[in-house]
Antibody, heavy 121, light 107 residues
Framework: QVQLVESGGGVVQPGGSLRLSCAAS????????MHWVRQAPGKGLDWVAF????????YYADSVWGRFTISRDNFKSTLYLQMSSLRVDDTAVYYC??????????????WGQGTLVTVSS | DIQMTQSPSSLSASVGDRVTITCRAS??????LNWYQKKPGKAPKVLIS???RLQPGVPSRFSASASGTDFTLTISSLQPEDFATYFC?????????FGQGTKLEIK
């Protein structure tokens, strides 16, 4: 079965950096696009970034553009999110999610359990 | 960017009730609209894709409809496990924006 396991979360000071990882198994990782989505404490879901299966294109929310970089290693079946210039309002649980996209629909069909990032001095 | 307006933000209901949650998209994104259920400490779960398509394993008491830019999620007879927060999401264009969420609470 599909499994997505995030890691790399922790406490970091404002202005600091952190790299999240998401280890994927149970499906052909190189065939699917992948997302990062976050949820700040007491808030809603916030889409962060997307990378296509072949890494040709990446997309970002305006709030993280220029500070976060999504990448992947298809040989290791691992997704990454490099976060820099972190701000207090980046504090959230970060989820990786698998994309399921066709000509008539695109949705996030499997999600990891999330990793908590806390930005605090 | 496509804006998603979801209502209500919270809803109190009883087991057995029928509830409806609405999402309005601006501008129109055809039917690239999905619904997710989120429980505290758990990963989100997709319920509905392509506006009306029930995902495998999701109980049939969940249904959805679409009319122009208005999308609706209906739970026909609430069960105890349905008390959660529900989010709509558009996947027509990046950024894949979510609605603000509807917290469904027990009355």
């Amino acid at each position: 079965q599909v499994q997505l396991v995030e890691s790399g979360g922790g406490v970091v000071q404002p202005g600091g950096s952190l790299r999240l990882s998401c280890a994927a198994s149970g499906f052909s990782f190189s065939d699917f696009g992948m997302h990062w989505v976050r949820q700040a404490p007491g808030k809603g879901l916030d889409w962060v970034a997307f990378i296509r299966s072949d890494e040709t294109n990446t997309y970002y929310a305006d709030s993280v553009w220029g500070r976060f970089t999504i990448s992947r290693d298809n040989f290791k079946s691992t997704l990454y999110l490099q976060m820099s210039s972190l701000r207090v309002d980046d504090t959230a649980v970060y989820y990786c999610a698998k994309d399921d996209c066709s000509s008539t629909s695109c949705f996030l069909d499997h999600w990891g359990q999330g990793t908590l990032v806390t930005v605090s001095s | 960017d496509i804006q998603m307006t979801q209502s209500p933000s919270s809803l109190s209901a009883s087991v057995g009730d029928r509830v409806t949650i609405t999402c309005r998209a601006s501008p129109n994104m055809i039917n690239f609209l999905n619904w997710y259920q989120k429980k505290p400490g758990k990963a989100p779960k997709v319920l509905i894709s392509a506006a009306t398509r029930l995902q495998p394993g999701v109980p049939s008491r969940f249904s959805a409809s679409a009319s122009g830019t208005d999308f609706t999620l209906t739970i026909s007879s609430l069960q105890p496990e349905d008390f959660a927060t529900y989010f709509c999401q558009q996947s027509f264009n990046t950024p894949y924006s979510f609605g603000q969420g509807t917290k469904l609470e027990i009355k």
